[in-house]
């Protein structure tokens, strides 16, 4: 089975930056895309970015200019580089993985558990 273990939320103050990182470990052969999606207080999950295997990314309007999304193939790892934090970006942070593809043949998708991002003064 295929685990995502993410890392780095916590609270920091607006203007400040964190970094997220999210490690998927198992029998994986690839993985076509990684990235973030986000959930606010009473809000639905949005795609924050992504970035496939051959490092094409996408951001969501929001946070272009402040996030750099970054991939480690060689250890399905992503990274989600936050800057400029704003209380608006505080949400439960999912990381996935789209299109897994495992040992035996199997495509699917995975989730991460959730990072919790607070910003706030």
Request: net charge positive.
């Amino acid at each position: 089975q295929v685990q995502l273990v993410e890392s780095g939320g916590g609270l920091v103050h607006p203007g400040g930056s964190l970094r997220l990182s999210c490690a998927a470990t198992g029998s994986i052969v690839s993985i076509y895309a990684m990235g973030w999606y986000r959930q606010g207080p009473g809000k639905l999950r949005n795609l924050v970015a992504d970035i496939t295997s051959d490092g094409r990314t996408n951001y969501a309007v929001s946070v272009k200019g402040r996030f750099t999304i970054s991939r480690d193939n060689a250890n399905n790892t992503v990274y989600l580089q936050m800057n400029s934090l704003k209380p608006e970006d505080t949400a439960v942070y999912y990381c996935f993985a789209d299109r897994t593809r495992l040992i035996g043949g199997v495509l699917t998708d995975f989730w991460g558990q959730g990072t919790q991002v607070t910003v706030s003064a």
